[in-house]
């Protein structure tokens, strides 16, 4: 198994930082173009890519989409936890909740799962083809966890301006709400 080059701690260069702006702006842009934005070679862009992606810094590519032409909604849910202890297995279970097949099933997909710091403890956005999936996702999570999770807060996300760095191409969807 292959080391990190990079130490947890340690922060990027601010080469690093150029070509991960450049990236996160518009990840389909070719590594010429990059390297031309930035200013570098493409073997050196390319080079730096590799290393962020096996240094785990770049998790993965994904392509941001308006999930109501999906036929999907999407959702935040805010998950305060209670004062109980919670043992190690119940610990991974939470951590690795958007691996479980069986929301998969039920229609739900999880977009991002975060642990907080402030009033809630945990936020998860998912989308869900209606209301009553995402109302029985909620409950489900509550049901699973009884003894450590004291509230849950569904929240449905009515517009997206921005979201992952991208303006929404549609921002006068929100006219509809105002």
Not at 25 to 39: E, F, R, V
Not at 93 to 105: M, N, T
Request: charged share 30%.
């Amino acid at each position: 198994m292959k080391t990190s080059s990079k130490k947890k701690t340690e922060l990027l260069t601010s080469d690093e930082l150029r070509i991960l702006t450049a990236l996160q702006k518009n990840s389909k842009d070719s590594i010429s173009s990059i390297a031309k934005s930035c200013g570098f070679s493409r073997q050196r862009v390319q080079r730096i890519l590799a290393q962020l992606e096996e240094d785990r810094v770049i998790w993965g590519y994904t392509a941001i989409t308006d999930e109501k032409k999906e036929g999907r909604l999407r959702y935040i849910i805010l998950i305060k936890r209670s004062m109980n202890r919670v043992d190690r297995e119940t610990s991974k279970k939470i951590a690795y909740i958007y691996f479980d097949e069986e929301y998969e099933k039920q229609g739900i997909i999880v977009e991002g799962s975060y642990y907080l710091h402030g009033e809630y403890d945990w936020m998860i956005i998912l989308t869900a083809k209606t209301l009553r999936d995402a109302k029985k996702f909620s409950t489900v999570i509550l049901e699973k966890y009884p003894n450590i999770i004291a509230k849950v807060i569904l929240i449905q996300v009515l517009h997206s301006s921005k979201s992952h760095h991208i303006k929404n191409p549609n921002p006068d969807t929100l006219l509809d709400f105002l």
